[in-house]
């Protein structure tokens, strides 16, 4: 066992100098200090402070809502970015598309269906809703193989999904499009 060292009666009061170069520098502080910079507000500051704070967050949605429509591809949602994306989109809306016209043509078939309930016309319109959705169902499946066939020849692979973004892109009614078409009718894009 290890003996204690003897004690002494002399005691070692360090400097100032020493306390300040080894210490923190600064006294410690109070607890009303403390508290007092823990303290501010749980929902936010002054009303100035919370109208500046939604009027930036008002400019930057109104810049992303802009950006998007205009297909800017920072602003664009994950399922629209990248080229073969807009390759797709720009296709799309450069030609007529059977399910551009579909929705009306529902709801218009729909009336009458309501409007001549047990008559001939509701018998037509009800098989000519199915021969419509038929074409449009023709339609996306023609336009998803010349599709198919021009991404693999440009890109060498397509993007996972893009026959869901063709078929929800070529349904859809021209000015509801988001991003907004970028090309006219007839304005293919060029490989």
């Known amino acids: ?15 100032d100098e020493e306390l300040v ?28 402070d919370r109208k500046a704070a939604r009027a930036r967050l ?23 970015r990248g080229e073969q ?13 059977v399910g551009e016209v579909l929705m009306p043509v529902l709801v218009v078939f729909l009336i009458v269906g309501f409007v001549g309930a047990r008559t001939a016309a509701a018998s037509y319109s009800l098989l000519f809703v199915w021969v419509f959705v038929a074409l449009f169902v023709l339609d996306c499946v023609v336009l998803w193989f010349s599709l198919r066939r021009r991404l693999t020849a440009h890109f060498g692979e397509f993007q996972r999904g893009t026959f869901f973004y063709i ?3 070529a349904w859809q009614l021209r000015f509801l499009r988001l991003p907004k078409p970028q090309v006219k009718r007839g304005q293919y894009p060029t490989l």
Do not use: C, Q, Y
């Not at 008002?58 to 629209?80: H, I, Q, T, W, Y």
């Open 58 to 80: 008002n400019s930057e949605r109104e810049r992303a809502r802009v950006g998007m429509a205009n297909g800017e591809e920072k602003f664009l949602p994950a399922k629209d």
């Open 167 to 169: 078929l929800t892109r």
């Open 21 to 48: 170069a080894r210490g923190k520098g600064r006294p410690t502080p109070t607890r009303r200090e403390r508290e007092a910079a823990n303290r501010r507000p749980i929902v936010g500051g002054s009303p100035a």
């Open 1 to 15: 066992m290890a003996k204690a060292s003897p004690k002494t009666d002399v005691t070692v009061n360090p400097s």
């Open 85 to 97: 994306r807009r390759f797709v989109r720009d296709f799309i809306d450069a030609r007529w598309n």
